[in-house]
């Protein structure tokens, strides 16, 4: 068994910033890519930010140059760190994780979710 635990969501008011933490614990063996998603009210989930294992990081253009991903692979942690917020970045923040597990299969794997609002 795997658990993704978002923590980090919150209000905050248009221009400040929020970091986004998600650990991953149980089962696992390695963990490739991990992600983070959002869900705006009456949108489909969107990738905001990638990572691999390697550090290579891939972001969506909405987010590009006000986000940073980064992750700690003994930790088995990945964080969003997010700046001049918008309110346009209101959702649910959805850690994501592809991992190697004790079942020795690569599994997909999703956090509980994290609101963030941003007010104008």
């Known amino acids: 068994q795997v658990q993704l635990v978002e923590s980090g969501g919150g209000l905050v008011q248009a221009g400040g910033s929020l970091r986004l933490s998600c650990a991953a614990s149980?089962?696992?063996?390695?963990?490739?890519?991990m992600g983070w998603y959002r869900q705006a009210p009456g949108k489909q989930r969107e990738l905001v930010a990638g990572?691999?294992?390697?550090?290579?990081?891939t972001y969506a253009d909405s987010v590009e140059g006000r986000f940073t991903i980064s992750r700690d692979n003994a930790k088995k942690r990945v964080e969003l760190q997010m700046n001049s917020l918008k309110p346009e970045d209101t959702a649910v923040y959805y850690c994501n994780a592809d991992i190697l597990t004790k079942r020795l299969r690569v599994e997909n794997y999703w956090g509980q979710g994290t609101q963030v609002t941003v007010s104008s």
């Open positions: 990572i691999t294992s390697g550090g290579t990081t």
């Open positions: 149980g089962s696992i063996i390695t963990i490739n890519t």
